[in-house]
């Protein structure tokens, strides 16, 4: 037996159907993390349809190496819609958020683990489109998860082909959400 400590292991799972931004969402938290010198594996899933189907995307990031790809008890948990929201529910053994718009009932038997972020309400508002959810979204994740929010950004520009001004926006509108306070 190994006396290594026990490295380090951040696993994060984003659900919804598809056309939400899910994998793009986990692409940017990826190369994010990969910028700052972390491990990182991610497993994306997709339903038989593309837009408007099942899609997940699991990451684990580590500092020093990645044992498993597969998240089985996630640190965090992004719920896109309410099949995901039932689906992966108990794979999570940290916050959930979720869009208040796409998932309408949470289980009342862990309130203070929920973070409603109401992103696509705010993109319909904001931008008048809601793709630009995925970003308030992930503004709210770098946020609650005290992640590098300039880091989070750059990455984003390099994943996102198009519209840079309005998901740099959507970012920061995401992570100036008064409810979403860091862990």
Request: charged share 20%; aromatic share 8%.
């Amino acid at each position: 037996m190994s006396d290594a400590p026990t490295k380090a292991r951040t696993e994060i799972l984003i659900s919804g159907f598809g056309g939400q931004g899910v994998i793009r969402m986990g692409q940017i938290l990826g190369l994010a993390a990969i910028k700052q010198g972390h491990r990182v594996t991610m497993l994306k899933s997709h339903g038989t349809e593309t837009r408007g189907g099942y899609v997940r995307a699991q990451l684990v990031i580590s500092p020093e190496y990645v044992d498993s790809p597969v998240v089985e008890n996630a640190d965090v948990f992004v719920a896109f819609s309410a099949p995901a929201y039932k689906k992966f529910f108990d794979f999570c053994r940290g916050k959930i958020l979720y869009d208040p718009e796409m998932v309408e009932a949470i289980r009342p038997d862990a309130p203070e683990r929920h973070v409603a972020v109401p992103a696509t309400a705010l993109a319909k508002e904001r931008f008048n489109n809601v793709l630009f959810a995925n970003m308030v979204m992930l503004g709210a994740l770098t946020r609650l998860g005290g992640l590098d929010v300039e880091a989070m950004k750059k990455a984003m520009l390099e994943v996102i082909p198009r519209f840079h001004e309005q998901n740099l926006a959507a970012l920061e509108l995401g992570y100036t959400l008064p409810a979403v306070v860091p862990a």
